[in-house]
């Protein structure tokens, strides 16, 4: 899984990536809004891919960390950061084990990652998030809904329901599709939690008390 993302990164075309910042859309969204209410003050954005949301929290003045378990994907955010003059803490490590100290963050966010790995890594991924955080800090991981390409790709469904992707361009890629209902599966007991459903992504805020 880890080499999919590697090569993934390794072989994206420049011009998607600047497409994509090009498109980007810098005002406050639900992330910005919680980490403001819970008075977040380091953060640490994990799987943080080419480094476009890093910069965000950047420039609503947070201390940020970032990782991602592509190497190549680092060096990409350390390139933006270094266009756009921006700083944070950058490191290559796996979300399964960031490395980090135990409560080390006031908050920690995941945009797009938690769903693609198994369930079985994915409860161990948000444990792992929980563990870094400080208590009276918060999680925050986003989940994409099941869109028509996730279903058309090949692929077969394990007896997780994870979508194992066995050729084509996603050849070796995991997807597991969650409702409101089923991302608790994921969620270690006694933790605060709330779900919000924007157009079918749900965004998932864990307050650790």
């Not at 406050?28 to 480094?51: S, T, W």
Request: hydrophobic share 35%; with cysteine; charged share 25%.
């Amino acid at each position: 899984m880890d080499n999919f993302w590697e090569s993934s990164w390794v072989n994206v075309d420049p011009k998607r990536i600047n497409e994509y910042i090009n498109k980007s859309n810098t005002s406050e969204d639900i992330i910005i809004k919680y980490l403001r209410q819970y008075n977040v003050k380091n953060v640490c954005d994990a799987g943080c891919g080419c480094g476009l949301y890093t910069c965000k929290l950047i420039s609503f003045c947070f201390d940020v960390h970032a990782f991602d378990v592509s190497e190549h994907a680092i060096m990409i955010t350390k390139e933006l950061l270094s266009h756009v003059h921006l700083e944070a803490k950058l490191k290559t490590a796996s979300i399964l084990d960031t490395g980090y100290k135990n409560e080390q963050f006031d908050g920690v966010i995941s945009k797009d990652v938690i769903d693609h790995m198994s369930k079985v890594s994915a409860l161990k991924s948000v444990t792992e998030m929980l563990r870094i955080t400080k208590h009276g800090g918060i999680v925050i991981f986003t989940l994409d809904s099941l869109d028509e390409e996730y279903i058309t790709e090949t692929h077969i469904v394990n007896t997780d329901e994870d979508f194992v992707y066995t050729d084509g361009k996603w050849k070796g890629m995991i997807f597991h599709p969650y409702t409101k209902e089923t991302v608790h599966d994921i969620i270690p007991k006694n933790v605060l939690t709330e779900i919000v459903n924007e157009n079918g992504e749900l965004t998932v805020i864990l307050n650790k008390i």
